[in-house]
Each structure stands twice: as C-alpha cells, then as structure tokens.
C-alpha cells in the first residue's frame, strides 16, 4: 500500500454533496443516500488521476476499466453517515476485488472489507490518506507475498487481513511477481535504447509512482 496524499475536492462534488447533505441529515433512511450522487464516474476520473495515478487505493493494481472500480469509503460511513458519507477526505479508488480472478466474485479491497458482517478493526486499520509512512508497514517475498513489518505488526496484519491482499484465488501475489519480472526486463531494455545505466532508469520509472504494484517494486529496489 501507498500513501495517498489527499487534494481539494472537485467543484462539482462539493456543490452536489452540499445537496445531498441536507437530504442526508433528514432522511430517515441514511444509508441510501450516497446511491444519489450523480457524479461518481466523474470522481472516480478525478481521483485515480490526480491522487492515485491510475491505480487502486489498497492493492495497487492498475484500473484499466474505471467500470470495474469504485469509489470506496475508507472508514465505512454506516459509522457515522452524517459526518463520513460525503467527507472528500474519506475517499478514495478502490478497485471491485476482482481484478484478475474469472470467477467474478470480490475476493478482495474494498468490496471485501465492506462484506455484510465482516469486522474490522479501525483502530488498528492502516488508512492510506494519513499513514504517510505506510509502505513502512510490509515487506514483500519475491513471490509476491505481502508481510509485517516489525514496525506495527497488529496494524499490518489486520489491514492485510481486512483486505485480503495475499488472496492467490484473485492471483494477487503472482500479478506482483510478474509485475517485478516484467519491470527488470523493461529497465534491462530502456537501459539499452538510451545508453543510461540500469540504476538511472530504476529510479527514474519507481518516481513515477504509476506502475502496478508500485509499492512492492520499491520495496524490491529499496536498496538501489
């Protein structure tokens, strides 16, 4: 997981929300609400490209299709709808936890950590927009596999947990291993065509902050 450094929220969601929000604090069905808001493809747009670059907010795979995406409450808003329902800085891209599994069903992120009766643990969830230092949080095998580090590991496990982000029937830990396999070749032939050193073109491509899996190939060329 990356950190995702939240901005000011569009002009279109505020004006919407501002509506909604006042329909929100007299319904007596709160929880239907957030279904009115029109302008979610908009948002989704506006996030993934301006705070996410192009990727999902807990797995980091990338969304190639913004229609299997969705705009995901960090901290669920049955919690508190009146505060967390239209609250910009609650929310984020996730994607539908099905990215790579055939079997259409949401092994995974958001979907999965907002399953009726699954419990999570707020106090020990790693919210991506205020741990700036949460890639500090794992470690990676070259296999793909997704740890804890020693710097929390109660916190680390549970949003792992939560998340389900080892799940190999949504074949999370091999897309991250071809991730690496893939990158290596692509700095080995950049490297090649512009005469720069293999360590330049590392660096210059992990800057980006826009390649798949982002997080566990900085871990992999942490030392570079």
């Known amino acids: 997981m990356k950190y995702i450094q939240k ?3 569009p002009n279109y969601f505020i004006e919407e929300s501002k509506e909604l929000q006042l329909e929100l604090e007299s319904s007596e069905n709160k929880s239907k609400i957030w279904d009115n808001l029109r302008c979610k493809r908009e948002l989704k747009e506006y996030i993934l490209e301006n705070e996410q670059n192009g990727l999902c907010g807990y797995c980091e795979a990338k969304i190639k299709d913004i229609n299997k995406s969705h705009i995901e409450h960090i901290e669920a ?7 967390l329902t239209f609250d910009y800085n609650n929310l984020i891209v996730s994607c539908d936890g099905l990215c790579f599994n055939d ?3 949401r092994l995974t992120c958001g979907h999965k950590k907002d399953s009726k009766g699954y419990k999570v643990d707020y106090n020990l969830f790693l919210n991506p927009t205020k741990t700036e230092n949460i890639r500090d949080y794992f470690i ?5 596999f997704i740890g804890a580090s020693n710097l929390d590991i109660d916190s680390s496990k549970e949003t792992m947990r939560v998340l389900n982000l080892n799940d190999p029937n949504n074949q ?3 897309e991250r291993q071809k991730s690496l396999s893939e990158f290596r070749i692509k700095i080995k032939e950049a ?6 050193s293999i360590k330049y073109i590392t660096k ?3 800057a980006k902050e826009n390649l798949a899996f982002i997080s566990f190939l900085q871990f992999k060329y942490k030392n570079i």
């Open 7 to 9: 901005i000011e929220a």
């Open 77 to 83: 808003k049955n919690r508190d709808y009146i505060n």
């Open 103 to 105: 079997k259409n069903q």
């Open 140 to 144: 990676y095998s070259e296999q793909g």
């Open 172 to 174: 999370l830990p091999q």
């Open 191 to 196: 490297s090649i065509k512009s005469g720069k």
């Open 204 to 206: 210059f491509l992990l």
